[in-house]
Every structure is written in C-alpha cells, then in structure tokens.
C-alpha cells in the first residue's frame, strides 16, 4: 500500500510552463509551415539564387526550372500537393522520432507524463514497445535521409552566391549559411548519430578515430534540445526571409554586388 | 538568523494518514533534514524517517519536498521563502511503512534480476586488463548512490502500479547499460534490456535524468544509447527482413 495522498501533484511551481510554451512553439511553427508548404510560392529568389530550405530539393514538374538544381524526375503533383510533399515525410519523420522531440511531445501533447512528479491522465501505459510508437526505433533511418538533405541544403546555400549577375553576397546568403549550419550541428548532435558515429563500440581503445568523433558528437549531443529549437526556428525565418525578397516585398540587403 | 516556519509533514501508515501542520525552527545553514530532526526531538517524538549520512552520500533520506523527489539532507532551507510551507511527503512509488519511510525492496528484487558481470572465460580475475577509455562510460553510473530517486520519479511506476512487473526502472536499467558497456563483460544484454527489463516502456522524458541527486545522465548517457543497440539487434528491418526469410531466431 503506498501513502494515501489524494492530490495529483504537490508541487508547487510553474510545472506546467514548460509544457505549455512547448505546444504554444511546435503549434505556431506547424501553422506556419503548413501555411508555406500549400502556397507553393516565393520559395525561390531568381534574382540571386535564393532557394528556400523548404522547397529544396524541387523536385517534380510544377517547380520554377531553375529552382530544381537536382533535376525534375517527378511528374506534376494533382490537387492542392506541392513539392515539398516528397521531403516532408522525411524531415518530419526526423523531427517526429527525434530523441528530444519526443520528450517533448510525449511531455507536453500527450501528458505522459506532463511533468516530473505529476500524474499522467491515461489509466494505461505501454511506453513505446507497441505499434505505432514502437516505430519510433526507425530514428536512424530518418537520420541517414536528413543526412541526405542536409548536403542539398549546403549545395543550395553554396550555389547561392552566385545569381544573375555573377558572384555576390547579400543577407540572404548569410542566413542560408547559418541555416546549414545550425541544421548541421542539429543532426550531428543526434543521439542515433552519436551511437552510429562510435557509441556503439564496446572497445573505445581499439578505434581511436571513432573514439575521437564520438567525443566530439557528445559536447554536441548535451546541447541537442537547444540545437533542435534553435535549427527548427532558424528554418522558418529562413523561409520567411526568402518569401519576403522573393514576393518583393523587403529587397534583399546586399554586401557584395 | 532562526525564524518559524510552517511545514505539513505526512504522517500515517499503510491503514492510512495524511498532512499535519507544524511550526517548527528554522536556523541559518540547515537543511530540511535538520527541521525534520527539531520536529522530531521537540513535538513528535515518534516521526519516522530514515537518513543515515547526511552528507548526500548513503541514499536513505529520500523523500518529497512540495511535491518534488529529493535528498532531505542536501535539500537546503535557503531555496524557501520564510512565508512558506514546506510540505514533505514520502517516495509516492513504493509501499509506506510509516510517516516518511517507505518500503524500497521493489529496487532490490530488480537489481537481482540483472545477471551478474559475466568476464571471458579464459581470464582469472586478477588477469583483467582494461583501458580507463573503455570504462569512462561505466564509471559515470558508479557514481549511483541508489536513493531510489528516479524510481520513485519514472512515471511508468510511479502512475501504473501494474507496470512493476515489467519494468526495471532507469536505476537497473542503467545497471545493464553499465555491464553491457564494460570492456569485458560477455553478457549480451541488450536484447534482455527490452525483452526482459522494460526498456520499450520508458518513453525517454527525462525526469529520472532530472532529480538524480549525482547529476548522472541516465537518459542520454544509458537508456537512449540502451535504445539504440536494441533497434540494432530488434528493430533493424535488414535483419528483421532476414530473419522473416530464413526463419533465423535473433
Ligand atoms: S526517461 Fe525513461 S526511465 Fe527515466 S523517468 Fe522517464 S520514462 Fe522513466
Ligand atoms: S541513478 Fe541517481 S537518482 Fe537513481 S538511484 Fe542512483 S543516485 Fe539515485
Ligand atoms: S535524437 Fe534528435 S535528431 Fe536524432
Ligand atoms: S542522509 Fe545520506 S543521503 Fe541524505
């Protein structure tokens, strides 16, 4: 028999903040992004080369040409689809199956529980060892394919200083640049990452080189939650930066031609 | 300088019990543990509680305070407001025995279910020659001085009773992590973490993580690298795919 305490929690601080600001952050960023992803467009800057991350790669038919720096292989989408629908499944899939995500979804959407030391509402619990959450072991997967669209991305932002007129620099380059780069430590930092990279290895001694990669990807890793919050922001700014040149409504700030 | 603060202590048994009001002392520099002692030596001389270091070091004085899984002896009065009451409960998870006590023989049923530290045959004890490299990540999980914290705090125990079976907790489950990271263990553990030891039932949201009085990782540290070698051996749809084909057994 445990002590009768009736109460769910006695705690007696802003438990519930966190949770909240949590759901209030990935909702605004999901509308946001929905919003993006159905306008099908100003992802692309013709002007200077400027390709949103979220519309990249474009690949099917119905893409500005220039902006499908990988090609078009994919037919025109029916309906109300867009592009981004082909890497859509990929990046959320990520962002779904990542470590700290789901803390954080399973925190503050699901309440299971909502906080340390608050009972969770659900009168049963099987964890992540059924279907559907038992899929959340796939994480690796996901990594390897975001691995994939990290480097389009990097190609994106490199080939962006070169535009219309030949080489130059401008804001939007700088903030294509510090997107890859928060995108990049975000997926270095990942927790499947750090146990492919050398976590895995019972012997550290005999794999010097992995031993090193790991230690890095572990200063990383301590700092994932901030990369996650700090790359997922970044992106959608990115993004409203290029829709508002590409729409004419700001002029991009130029530093070089 | 001392002033009286309010405190609603839990006090009862299994047959039942809960909060009483209490002014007690409060002198600069203590700890909770120290109100708890005044408490005891001035106006309820038969409170139970167990502590035994006082120094955060032998894990007996665990408990709640306002509602939060902590140390009564490294929990300082400093972090409270002189207005405020300062309630204390005892470990929700495990079974009471009276007023802050608790029966944590849950843990020591768990600890042994994992099998012992399995070296290769061919070495002696004595013989064993390790790298400090390859046991750095084991070391970090030494530093438990098994307070039971976390277990009272995971809440697939602590709001599912009937979970207890299953699952381990992230103390034991840590306990596998440290064997099967250890240079010479040969136990295969990982495939047991899931099966045997409930690692598929933590959801890793961290609170374990978060009231560990030794600031071990225990999430990012045991239970997602656990994870991560059971999707390896589990979860792997390759092998999964070979093992439907040719009726292997993982
Ligand atoms: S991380 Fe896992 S083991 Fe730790 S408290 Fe949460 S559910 Fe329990
Ligand atoms: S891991 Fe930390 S919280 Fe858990 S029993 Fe050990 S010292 Fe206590
Ligand atoms: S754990 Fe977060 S991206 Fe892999
Ligand atoms: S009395 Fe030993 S840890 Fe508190």
């Given at each position: 028999m445990r002590a009768q305490i009736s109460e769910r929690t006695l705690r007696t601080d802003r438990w519930w903040l966190s949770p909240l600001l949590t759901v209030a952050g990935l909702g605004l960023i999901s509308v946001y992004a929905a919003i993006r992803t159905f306008m099908?467009?100003?992802?692309?800057?013709?002007e200077y080369h400027y390709l949103t991350p979220m519309y990249s790669p474009c690949l099917s038919a119905e893409c500005v040409p220039a902006a499908s720096h990988f090609g078009q292989p994919l037919p025109e989408l029916p309906g109300f689809l867009t592009p981004p629908i082909f890497i859509i499944p990929f990046l959320l899939g990520f962002r779904i199956t990542c470590y700290y995500y789901r803390k954080a979804y399973y925190r503050a959407a699901w309440m299971s529980p909502p906080a340390c030391a608050v009972a969770e509402p659900h009168k049963t619990y099987t964890g992540e060892t059924k279907a559907p959450l038992i899929a959340q072991n796939l994480h690796r997967y996901f990594f390897y394919a975001a691995s994939l669209l990290l480097l389009v991305n990097i190609y994106d932002a490199i080939t962006a200083f070169v535009g219309e007129k030949g080489f130059g620099i401008g804001l939007g380059n700088i903030i294509l640049l510090v997107n890859v780069g928060l995108l990049a430590a975000y997926t270095a930092s990942c927790h499947s990452c750090r146990h492919i990279m050398g976590g895995k290895l019972k012997h550290f001694s005999k794999h010097p080189v992995r031993y090193w990669m790991w230690q890095k990807i572990s200063k990383l890793n301590a700092k994932h939650m901030q990369l996650a919050w700090a790359s997922l922001i970044f992106v959608c700014l990115t993004d409203l930066y290029i829709a508002l040149v590409a729409s004419g409504v700001i002029g991009d700030l130029r530093i070089v031609n | 300088m001392g002033y009286q603060g309010n405190f609603r202590v839990w006090r009862g048994d299994e047959d039942g019990g809960g909060l009483e009001d209490f002014t007690v002392e409060v002198n600069e520099g203590e700890v909770v543990l120290d109100v708890i002692h005044r408490l005891q030596a001035t106006q309820a001389g038969d409170l139970a509680v167990r502590w035994n270091c006082k120094a955060g070091k032998c894990g007996s004085c665990s408990a709640e305070i306002n509602g939060r899984p902590r140390l009564l002896c490294m929990t300082r009065m400093s972090t409270f407001t002189e207005g405020e009451t300062i309630t204390i409960t005892p470990m929700r998870t495990f079974p009471i025995i009276r007023d802050l006590v608790t029966d944590v023989s849950f843990n020591y049923t768990k600890a042994r279910e994992i099998p012992s530290f399995k070296p290769p045959k061919d070495l002696a004890p004595g013989e064993y020659r390790m790298q400090q490299i390859d046991v750095e990540r084991s070391q970090e999980f030494r530093k438990c001085i098994e307070c039971f914290l976390c277990q009272d705090t995971?809440?697939?125990?602590?709001?599912?009773?009937?979970?207890k079976e299953a699952f381990a907790g992230p103390r034991f489950l840590m306990r596998v992590a440290e064997l099967e990271m250890h240079p010479l263990d040969e136990g295969g553990r990982t495939v047991a973490a899931q099966e045997t030891h409930g690692l598929g039932l933590c959801n890793i949201t961290k609170c374990c993580s978060e009231v560990c009085p030794e600031h071990i990782k225990i999430t990012d540290n045991a239970l997602i690298p656990m994870k991560e070698r059971v999707a390896d051996r589990k979860y792997d749809p390759v092998v999964w795919l070979g093992n439907k084909i040719f009726r292997r057994q993982s």
């Open positions: 099908n467009d100003y992802y692309w800057v013709s | 995971c809440h697939v125990i602590r709001d599912h009773e009937e979970n």
